[in-house]
C-alpha cells in the first residue's frame, strides 16, 4: 500500500467537497478519479498534496524512501514533494521564455535542492541535472525540442512537458490533474501513451473527463460524486455501475460509448465515441 484515505473530509463552510472519503491505492497502480463537475476530484488532490488541510479523517503515505508509513495528513506541499507526491496542474505551469531542457533541469535541481551545499562543491552536479533531465526529454519525446523555449511548443506538448518536470522530483506518486484538458484529439493518443509509459515505473492517480482515456488506461477508476467515493473499481465495472450511470445523468452508457454527443448537464461525459 503506497497511500491511504482514511475518513477524509473537507468542508468549505456549509460545502463538504470531501466526504469521508476511504480510498488505498498501491505501489505501481494507476487510478483514475472520475465524477461530475464539483464533485470534489481537485479537493481530494489537494488534500493529498498537503495544498488543502482536511476538516477531519488521516492520510498516510509509504514511500519507497520509508520503511513505515508516514503520517502526511497535515504535512505541507513541499513536505509531500519531498516524500515523493508530486502533482501536475489543470493549467499549464511552466515557464514560457525559458528552454524546455531548463524548465525540467531547473525542477531536477530544486528538488536535489536539499543537498545544494553539495551542489556548490560537486563541479559536475549541474552536467548531472542537465543529464538527467535530457533522460527526461527522452522519455516523454521533446529531446528534439530541448532548446525551443517552452511557449513554442503545442498545448499537448507543454502538458507533456508538465509530466517532466514533475518526473524531475524522482516521484513515488504523480497526480496529474486533467492532462489531457484542451489537447487536440490528434495529440490526446501521444499524452496518453506517456501516461502510461510513466506508469510502468511509478504509481499514478489521473482526474480525468475524457472517457475514452479513463477507460483505456486505468487500472482501477474511483468515482466520486457529492464529495462521496461512491464507487471504485476495473474500468468495466465502473462503466456498469448503476451508481455511476446514475451520477451522471446517462451520459455515459455501458455499452461502451458516450450517449450523447454534447455535454450532459453535468458537461463531463460528452466523450468522444
Ligand atoms: N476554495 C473553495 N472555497 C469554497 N468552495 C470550494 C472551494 N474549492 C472547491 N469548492 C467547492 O467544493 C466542491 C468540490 O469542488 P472541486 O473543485 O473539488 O470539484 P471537482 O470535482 O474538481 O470539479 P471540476 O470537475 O469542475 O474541476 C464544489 O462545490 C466547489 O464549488
Not at 535541481?109 to 562543491?121: E, K, L, N, P
Request: aromatic share 4%.
Amino acid at each position: 500500500m503506497l497511500l491511504s484515505t482514511h475518513n477524509l473530509t473537507k468542508d468549505f463552510g456549509a460545502i463538504t467537497a470531501v466526504e469521508g472519503v476511504d480510498f488505498t491505492l498501491d505501489h505501481g497502480e494507476l487510478c483514475s478519479v472520475i465524477g461530475p463537475n464539483g464533485a470534489g476530484k481537485t479537493t481530494f488532490f489537494n488534500l493529498l498534496t498537503g495544498a488543502l488541510e482536511p476538516t477531519a479523517g488521516r492520510i498516510e503515505f509509504a514511500p519507497t524512501s520509508r520503511s513505515d508509513p508516514v503520517d502526511i495528513t497535515d504535512a505541507p506541499t513541499h513536505e509531500t514533494a519531498l516524500l515523493g507526491l508530486h502533482r501536475s496542474y489543470q493549467i499549464t505551469n511552466v515557464f514560457p521564455t525559458v528552454s524546455v531542457l531548463e524548465n525540467v533541469r531547473i525542477a531536477v535541481q530544486a528538488h536535489r535542492g536539499r543537498d545544494s551545499w553539495q551542489f556548490w562543491r560537486n563541479a559536475n552536479a549541474f552536467d548531472d541535472h542537465v543529464a538527467e533531465a535530457e533522460s527526461i526529454l527522452s522519455r516523454i519525446g521533446l529531446a528534439a525540442d530541448a532548446a525551443e523555449p517552452a511557449e513554442n511548443l503545442s498545448h499537448g506538448e507543454k502538458r507533456t512537458l508538465e509530466i517532466g518536470v514533475a518526473l524531475a522530483g524522482d516521484p513515488d506518486l504523480l497526480l496529474l490533474d486533467e492532462p489531457t484538458a484542451g489537447v487536440s484529439s490528434e495529440d490526446v493518443g501521444t499524452v496518453t501513451d506517456i501516461i502510461e509509459d510513466v506508469a510502468a515505473d511509478h504509481a499514478v492517480m489521473l482526474i480525468e473527463h475524457n472517457m475514452d482515456v479513463v477507460m483505456d488506461i486505468s487500472d482501477r477508476v474511483a468515482v466520486l460524486n457529492q464529495g462521496e467515493l461512491i464507487e471504485q473499481g476495473e474500468p468495466e465495472t465502473v462503466r456498469n455501475s448503476d451508481a455511476v450511470q446514475r451520477a451522471y445523468l446517462g451520459g455515459y452508457d455501458s455499452s461502451g460509448g458516450a450517449v450523447e454527443s454534447d455535454d450532459d448537464a453535468n458537461g463531463d461525459v460528452g466523450v468522444s465515441a
